[in-house]
Each structure stands twice: as C-alpha cells, then as structure tokens.
C-alpha cells in the first residue's frame, strides 16, 4: 500500500506540473504578440521622424519658390510705378508690395521655425535610431527566446505526461477510478499532509486520523474536502 500511495503522490505531482507547464506554454504567444507590436511601434516612430525631416525639406524648398515669385511680382510692381498716372493708382501698387513683402516676410519666419525643427529632429535623429535598433533587437532575442523556451516547455509536458501515464497504469483500477473521481470534482486529487493539515482544505486532523495515516494501510479521504490524503516521509522527519 506504501508503494500505491508513494505513486499516488508522485502522480499527484506530475499532474499540477503538466497544468502549470500548460498554462505557461498558453501565455507565451500573449507575451510574443506584446513584444511584436512594441517593435512595430518603435520602428514606426522612427519612420515617421524620418518622414517628417523630408517633408521639412520638401515643404522648405516650396516656400523658396514662394519667395522667389514673390520678388518677381515685386520687381514687376515696382517697374510700373514708373509709367503710372495717377496718385490712386501710384498708392494701389505701393499697397501691394507692402503685402507681398509682408507675406515674404511670414513665410521667412516659418521657414527659420522649420529650420529649427529640422535641426532639432536631426540632432536627436542618430540616437533616436540606435535606440529603436536595440528595442528592435533586444525584443527580437526576446521573441526567439519565448519560442525556444515554448518548444522546452512542450517537451517537458510531453515526458510528464508519459511518465504520469506509466505510474497511472499501474496503479490498481480501483485507486484509477478514485483518482479520476476526485479531481473531476476537485481539480486536485490528492493532498500532502502538512503540520497535521490537509493542503487541500486546510482543515485540522485529529490524531486518531494522523495515526491512521501514518500506518499507510489504506487509502484515506479528507472528512472535509474528500481528497487523498497523504503523509510523507518529509513529514515524518519533523
Ligand atoms: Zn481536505
């Protein structure tokens, strides 16, 4: 009966293995999808920074053109005050260069602000881009680390599930059914005794019991929970 028992516990245990394992081996795609979207995310604010340093560039040279149209209307204008007849007409073109060398004049701020920008963005643009290559590679070891460890995992619950079939088999059908019986109802079916408690339910036993226990004849249930209760060497140490 030792030896059932003894195999009962050890079967216990490999069963809570393989449920952990499990469990770890089902979290692990949640983890990779994380580190994926942080790598999507961080090459994405590196293109969009690059991006923004053409269009600096293009939007730039655009208003050169601006400004350069600009003084060829003025230049224009200004030859026509010459051949201009009336004081009327003479103030309406002077109004006008006024507004285009005042627009001149906005569009040069903006550029001097975009030049800013732009130095601003370059100045920052080289560690910024290292930064987003170690992100990227660092999650990318991770990733294939998550993968390698999944592939571990899968093996391991693979010889568990073997060695529990094996120590399973040969238990006696009776002790199968009852196995199987109370962990339908209780997720775990057996319980290691610990400082004359049950683990599973956490209830008291009485010495009688713990005797009974101790003497390994027969299978016992907690009057509690129901579980196989077992007591263990470890135990008997203390
Ligand atoms: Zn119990």
Do not use: W
Not at 174 to 201: F, H, M, S, W
Not at 217 to 230: K, S, V, Y
């Amino acid at each position: 009966m030792t030896e059932i028992l003894n195999a009962l516990a050890k079967i216990q245990s490999l069963d809570s293995d393989i449920e952990q394992t499990q469990k770890e081996i089902e979290a692990i795609p949640k983890k990779i999808t994380l580190f994926e979207k942080d790598v999507e995310k961080a090459e994405h604010s590196l293109q969009e920074k690059k991006k923004r340093v053409q269009e600096i560039s293009k939007e730039y040279k655009i208003k050169e053109g601006d400004i350069a149209a600009n003084e060829t209307k003025i230049e224009k204008l200004n030859s026509q005050t010459f051949a201009v007849k009336t004081n009327e007409e003479y103030r309406a073109l002077l109004h006008e260069v006024e507004f285009l060398k005042s627009e001149n004049k906005k569009t040069e701020d903006e550029m001097i602000t975009m030049l800013e920008e732009e130095e601003k963005l370059n100045s920052t643009l080289g560690a910024f881009e290292k930064e987003t290559t170690d992100t990227v590679n660092e999650h990318t070891r991770k990733i294939e680390d998550l993968k390698q460890h999944r592939e571990t995992l899968l093996s391991n619950v693979k010889t568990m599930k073997s060695d529990f079939e094996g120590l399973f088999n040969k238990l006696p059908k009776d002790a199968q059914e009852l196995y199987e019986k109370i962990k339908k109802v209780r997720g775990k079916a057996v319980c290691l005794v610990e400082d004359e408690t049950c683990t599973g339910c956490y209830a008291s036993l009485t010495p009688q019991f713990m005797n009974e226990l101790k003497k390994k004849g027969e299978i016992l249930l907690c009057a509690h929970c129901g579980r196989i209760l077992i007591f263990t060497t470890a135990d008997t140490d203390k």
